[in-house]
């Protein structure tokens, strides 16, 4: 088994992407995928496409190491392109047997919604990929804090935020290790998980949810070891600061939304 790609996975760097305030990229990830969705047509993605190119580049980050970051996600791009491929009719009909029809506008539709889905998956890794988890757990809280004052439990849905966030990573890394484990003692996996039957399938599941739990379990541990309690107070990584690069990067989106914008109105 090649490496096992991990969404999530922070990159250090020292670009101005990573420079930015956490707040204002949480932002903006939000913002670019609404702006994402206003595009109607192929020149509108063509333009989405230009933009998180340029945001990569300007990561420093290889488009590579991009797609890959997203690749245990492809299958919500797949599934959704193939509902699309049979529940949208239109035009031309090219194979039709039994209840089952490809058309013209199935296919175009397909295209449109998984470049969408891709953009917006690409688009979304970046925040991961250039901000630390803790990073992003402290602006989520930040940002849900006026809600605190309506009952809204902020930093506890930060808490579970950043340990859904690390807790991924984590469990791929561990997916990756008792695979490997298990083909140095004889192990034979095979392309189609079933083929094996089901005791090659609990051969991974079993020993990867038990590592889970025990992770888990050491983790709340240790968290009452510290008398952890969160709030107000508690320490953090980094000082919360917004910067002149914050203002380039929601430039940046609304110039993205305004060709978006323009790009509707060509004829098609």
Same mark, same amino acid.
């Given at each position: ?18 420079? *930015? ?37 300007? /990561? ?24 699309? =491929? ?37 688009? *979304? ?22 809600f605190a004052r309506i009952g809204l439990p902020a930093h506890e849905l930060a808490m579970i935020m950043g340990i859904a966030l690390r807790f991924l990573p984590?469990? *791929? ?49 240790? *968290? ?14 980094? =000082? ?13 989106? /609304? ?14």
């Amino acid at each position: 088994m090649p490496d096992i790609a991990v969404f999530g996975r922070y990159r250090p760097g020292t670009s101005p992407l990573h420079r *930015m305030d956490p707040r204002a990229k949480l932002l903006l990830s939000l913002a670019f995928t609404a702006v994402a969705f206003v595009a109607q047509t192929f020149w509108g993605l063509a333009v989405s496409a230009v933009f998180v190119l340029g945001f990569f580049a300007l /990561a420093d980050i290889p488009l590579g190491a991009a797609f890959r970051s997203v690749g245990p996600l492809l299958f919500i791009v797949a599934i959704t392109a193939l509902l699309n =491929v049979f529940f949208v009719q239109g035009g031309t009909v090219f194979v039709e047997w039994w209840i089952f029809r490809i058309s013209e506008a199935g296919l175009v539709s397909a295209a449109f919604l998984g470049c969408r889905l891709l953009l917006l998956l690409l688009g *979304m890794s970046l925040l991961t990929l250039t901000t630390a988890t803790l990073d992003i757990t402290d602006a989520f809280e930040y940002l849900l804090a006026p809600f605190a004052r309506i009952g809204l439990p902020a930093h506890e849905l930060a808490m579970i935020m950043g340990i859904a966030l690390r807790f991924l990573p984590q469990f *791929m890394l561990e997916l990756q290790t008792i695979y490997r484990a298990q083909i140095s003692r004889g192990a034979t996996f095979t392309a189609n998980p079933f083929k094996g039957g089901l005791s090659l399938i609990s051969s991974l599941m079993v020993p990867l949810f038990t590592s889970a739990f025990r992770h888990a379990e050491t983790l709340s541990l240790a *968290m009452d070891a510290r008398c952890y309690h969160g709030g107000p107070g508690r320490t953090r990584l980094h =000082v919360l600061a917004y910067t002149r690069r914050d203002a380039w990067g929601a430039v940046a989106i /609304a110039a993205m939304l305004a060709l978006i914008m323009a790009t509707n109105l060509i004829p098609h």
